[in-house]
Every structure is written in C-alpha cells, then in structure tokens.
C-alpha cells in the first residue's frame, strides 16, 4: 500500500494548437515508450498514445511522472490523478509514491521535457536523469522526510479549460 502521497500545483497557460500538442505528445512517446503502456481508470477507452495527444498537458504531466518513476524502479502501483481546482486556475496533480524524493525529481524531469517538446526543441534524452533518481532511491531504514512540492512545479503550457468545469483523470 502506498501511503506518500506529493500534490503539484499546476498553473494554466496559454492554449496549444490540436498539432502542437499532437507532436509533443509523439516526441514524448518516442522518448518514455512505457507510456504506451498506461491506462486511466476513467473514460478513456482509446489507445493511451491517442489520449496523450488530446489530453491536457497537466495530465500529460502526470503520467510523464509515473512513467519516469516508474524507469527509476517505482513499482507499478504508483499511480496519480489530477483535478481542474474550480477558482485556482490551476491543475492539481497527486501522485501517490513510494519515495518523495524520486517522485519530485521525475516531476522536475517532466516539466524540463514538456517545456522541451511543447517549446518545438528535441525533447531531452531522459536516461542519465532517470539513473540519478535511482540512485536518490531511499532505503526503508532511512526514509527521507516530506518535501516542500509547491516549490517543485510550474506547468506553463495547458490550455484553458472551460470556467468552472470539473475534470479530472486518473
Ligand atoms: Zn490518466
């Protein structure tokens, strides 16, 4: 049982065209191929690699977390959601972890190869960054102690979602 659990404050930005965030999405694919893998628990009966390039960055953001966390040795079962915060204009992503340290560290990663792929740059290679998080890995016996997450991110790239709309993935 997972028991951690590290929320990301994401901010809403300007809007991507339907293509901008289409070859984002393949860009990402191309470099975390895991993430063809990933399902959601709701509505989302496409093929994951169809949902990645439709969906909001924000939920982008969120399995580009697991599926890096999950490359640094996370077991499977970590998972997340995130939710429109209704007034906020920003996103909240929970990932539900079984080490902050390497939960925060992907979502630095994440962030660096979103703003990579939506910025129309190659999107960085992620293996030596994803070595390093292995290595941030913490034993059992000396558990490193909760981060400060709000610190952690900064999403500049969702659209705009309805005012007032509730959504929310897993
Ligand atoms: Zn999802």
């Known amino acids: 049982m997972l028991e951690d659990r590290v929320d990301f404050v994401l901010e809403v930005g300007v809007a ?13 694919l191309e470099r975390l191929p895991g993430l063809s893998d990933h399902r959601c628990s709701t509505g989302c009966d496409h093929p994951f690699a169809e949902e990645l390039a439709i ?17 640094a040795g996370s077991p499977r079962s970590v998972h997340g959601e995130t939710r429109w915060r209704k007034g906020d204009d920003a996103f909240r992503v929970s990932v ?9 560290g992907a979502a630095r990663l994440a962030l660096c190869m979103i703003d990579d792929a939506f910025a129309g740059r190659a999107v960085r290679d992620p293996r030596d960054a994803i070595e390093r998080l292995r290595s941030l890995r913490a034993e059992p016996s000396r558990k490193r102690g909760v981060i400060d997450p709000a610190r952690a991110a900064v999403l500049r790239y ?3 979602p309805e005012p007032g709309a509730h959504t929310m993935w897993t």
Request: charged share 20%; aromatic share 4%; hydrophobic share 50%.
């Open 158 to 160: 969702p659209a705009t």
């Open 96 to 104: 539900y972890d079984d080490d902050d340290a390497v939960c925060v």
């Open 55 to 71: 969906t909001e960055p924000a939920h982008l953001f969120e399995h580009l977390v697991l599926e890096i966390m999950s490359c």
């Open 16 to 28: 991507g065209s339907a293509d901008a965030r289409a070859s984002a999405a393949a860009a990402l």
